[in-house]
């Protein structure tokens, strides 16, 4: 195991939520895990660094909860999120964000997302959503629920938007992220083990469905719909 992709041994007594830290920075991710280790019936089984450790982590850990950074590197959090709910439906994922707006709130719970708590709640609010979640309920931060409220009610009377990334599939996501994290087709094909040739067909469908014509359209609009942060 690396520094950034750890299996925590030596679990407490009264530990029974086991959860799988997924954090880009170093020093919030050692802050929420001592925060969580403070717990009595809380255990942190993992950390993982990027979005595609956390993925391997919940295979190989098999958590209670996966608590998850919306913005990550090589893998976004809700694409990550996604995965996880997809190959391990018994993982729960609790979405970390400081993001609020709609957007963040929707494809998180879109992607199978039990909870999503901004970055600046109180700790105890923190535990209170790993708790409801692990129960089997939904936790949304108080403030969000008026805004996925109004999210329904304007689905309800067929207001709604459709989402820009609907038309991508899940393999075109991954691509455009790591095309606005500036990696080449080379560097792309090697991190998802695919050929450059089916690289380039993926640039060029994105291209095509996005009607973005360019490597600097694709990043910005990467970066618009909060698939990087570059």
Not at 53 to 66: G, K, R, Y
């Amino acid at each position: 195991m690396t520094d950034t992709a750890n299996a925590i041994a030596t679990p407490t007594a009264t530990a029974t939520i086991r959860v799988l830290l997924a954090e880009d920075q170093t020093l919030v991710r050692s802050g929420i895990r001592a925060l969580l280790e403070s717990s009595p019936d809380v255990r942190v089984v993992g950390e993982a660094a990027d979005g595609r450790q956390a993925v391997e982590l919940a295979a190989a850990l098999a958590p209670d909860i996966v608590l998850m950074d919306v913005a990550m590197p090589a893998l976004n959090g809700i694409e990550a999120a996604r995965q996880i709910r997809g190959q391990f439906p018994a993982v729960q994922v609790v979405m970390l964000s400081m993001h609020k707006d709609r957007q963040y709130i929707f494809e998180s719970l879109k992607a199978g997302a039990a909870g999503y708590v901004p970055k600046d709640v109180a700790f105890t609010e923190l535990l209170s959503a790993i708790h409801a979640v692990r129960e089997g309920k939904t936790y949304l931060s108080p403030p969000l629920a008026d805004v996925v409220m109004d999210d329904y009610v304007r689905r309800a009377r067929g207001r709604d938007e459709p989402s820009e990334l609907a038309p991508l599939s899940a393999r075109e996501r991954e691509v455009l992220q790591l095309i606005g994290e500036g990696n080449s087709s080379a560097e792309i094909g090697k991190k998802l083990h695919i050929s450059v040739r089916t690289v380039d067909t993926h640039r060029q469908n994105l291209m095509d469905k996005l009607n973005i014509h360019s490597i600097a359209g694709l990043t910005r609009f990467a970066i618009r719909h909060g698939l990087c942060s570059l």
